[in-house]
C-alpha cells in the first residue's frame, strides 16, 4: 500500500465517523422538528417543541436502502400485514445507497401522515446534478408505499413525501421548494388528485455563520450543528441558548465526538501535505537540512519520514 492510499484511507475513515455522528445529530427529534416548521407547510409558525410529538417513533438513520424492492417490508403475521420500512443490518446488504434519515410524521388532523427524508451533504455534489438525485430520493418514497402504505389500485392512500437536502459549504444560505405545478395549455380540467404529493426541499447552508433572524433560524441553527470551525461549547451555546434545544448526555457526546473528529480531519490533511512535500523536496534534491528549514522540522523526523516512504511498497 503507497502513502497515498494510506493517507486515503486515514481521511476517509475519519469522514466516515463524522459523517455518523452528523447524521445522529440531525437525526434528534429535536433538531428535526425546526427543520419541519420551516419547511413544511403543516408546521409552519408552530413552536418547534410541540411538533416533536408528531414524529412518530425513532428516524431511521443510515439503515433504509434506497433501491428497488430493499426500501419497504410487509410481513404476514396471523393474517394481518405487519408494514414498514425495510432496516435491514447494513452487512446484508454492503455498498447499498441508503436514506440518511427517513421518519414518519402524523399531521395535525390525527389521522394522515408524511414521510419526510433528510439528506447531508458537505457541498453540491460534482458527479452528478444534486437535484437529480433528490428527484429519484422521492420516487423512490412515493413507489415503496406500494403494499406497504396502499394496496391494490388504493393511489388516494399515497401519503406525501418530502426530501429535503441539507448542502454546506454553499456561495450563500438559501431554502428553496421544488413541488408539481399544473399548467394548462389547451383549456382546463379539473383533474382529481394531488399535486403535493412530491416535495424537495432544497437547503444550502454558506460557510459563515449568519446573525440570529428569522429570515436565517433555521440555517444558523444547521450551520452551527454541522461547522467544522465551532468549538463544541461554542455549538452547544448556540444551539442550547438560542434555540432552547435541550442538552441531552448523547447530544452532547456527539457533538463534541464530531468536533474531535473534524479537528483530526484538518489535523491529518496538514500532516499528509506536509509529506508530501518533504518527500517531493527529497526527490528533487534538497538536502535534508533543506528540507528541515523548510518545514519547520528536526532534521531526525525529517529523516524518518524519508526513510518510511522508501520502505513502502509501490
Not at 409552519?44 to 410529538?53: E, L, Y
Not at 432544497?202 to 460557510?207: C, F, Q, R, S, T
Not at 441531552?248 to 512535500?277: A, H, P, W, Y
Request: proline share 3%.
Amino acid at each position: 500500500m503507497n502513502t497515498e492510499t494510506k493517507n486515503a484511507i486515514l481521511i476517509t475513515d475519519k469522514d466516515a465517523q463524522y459523517d455518523e455522528r452528523a447524521k445522529r445529530l440531525l437525526g434528534q427529534k429535536s433538531i428535526l422538528a425546526h427543520i419541519l416548521v420551516k419547511t413544511v407547510d403543516e408546521f409552519m409558525g408552530m413552536n418547534p417543541k410541540d411538533v416533536i410529538s408528531y414524529i412518530e417513533g425513532e428516524p431511521f438513520i443510515n439503515t433504509v436502502p434506497v433501491e428497488p424492492g430493499l426500501t419497504n417490508t410487509v410481513v404476514e403475521k396471523d393474517s394481518q400485514r405487519v408494514v414498514g420500512f425495510n432496516s435491514e443490518n447494513q452487512e446484508i446488504h454492503e455498498g447499498t445507497i441508503r436514506f440518511d434519515i427517513i421518519f414518519y410524521v402524523r399531521m395535525r388532523d390525527g389521522l394522515s401522515q408524511i414521510i419526510v427524508n433528510v439528506e447531508a451533504q458537505k457541498d453540491e455534489p460534482e458527479k452528478y446534478e444534486i437535484l437529480n438525485r433528490a428527484i429519484f430520493y422521492v420516487s423512490r418514497m412515493i413507489s415503496s408505499q406500494k403494499e406497504k402504505d396502499f394496496s391494490n389500485s388504493n393511489y388516494n392512500d399515497i401519503k406525501r413525501v418530502y426530501s429535503i437536502w441539507v448542502c454546506m459549504n454553499m456561495p450563500e444560505n438559501s431554502l428553496e421548494h421544488i413541488h408539481l405545478v399544473k399548467d394548462s395549455l389547451v383549456n382546463s380540467h379539473a383533474w382529481k388528485g394531488k399535486l403535493d404529493l412530491i416535495n424537495i426541499v432544497m437547503i444550502g447552508l454558506a460557510e459563515e455563520l449568519p446573525e440570529h433572524e428569522e429570515k436565517y433560524e433555521l440555517h444558523r441553527l444547521l450551520g452551527a450543528l454541522l461547522s467544522q470551525n465551532l468549538s463544541v461549547n461554542e455549538k452547544l451555546n448556540i444551539i442550547g441558548n438560542e434555540y432552547d434545544i435541550p442538552m441531552e448526555e448523547d447530544f452532547r457526546e456527539d457533538v463534541s465526538v464530531m468536533c474531535n473528529l473534524s479537528q483530526k480531519i484538518k489535523e491529518t490533511g496538514i500532516e499528509i501535505g506536509k509529506k508530501e512535500m518533504i518527500v517531493k523536496m527529497h526527490s528533487k534534491g534538497y538536502t535534508i537540512a533543506q528540507i528541515a528549514d523548510v518545514a519547520g522540522m528536526e532534521e531526525k523526523r525529517i529523516e524518518e519520514i524519508i526513510k518510511n516512504e522508501e520502505l513502502l511498497p509501490a
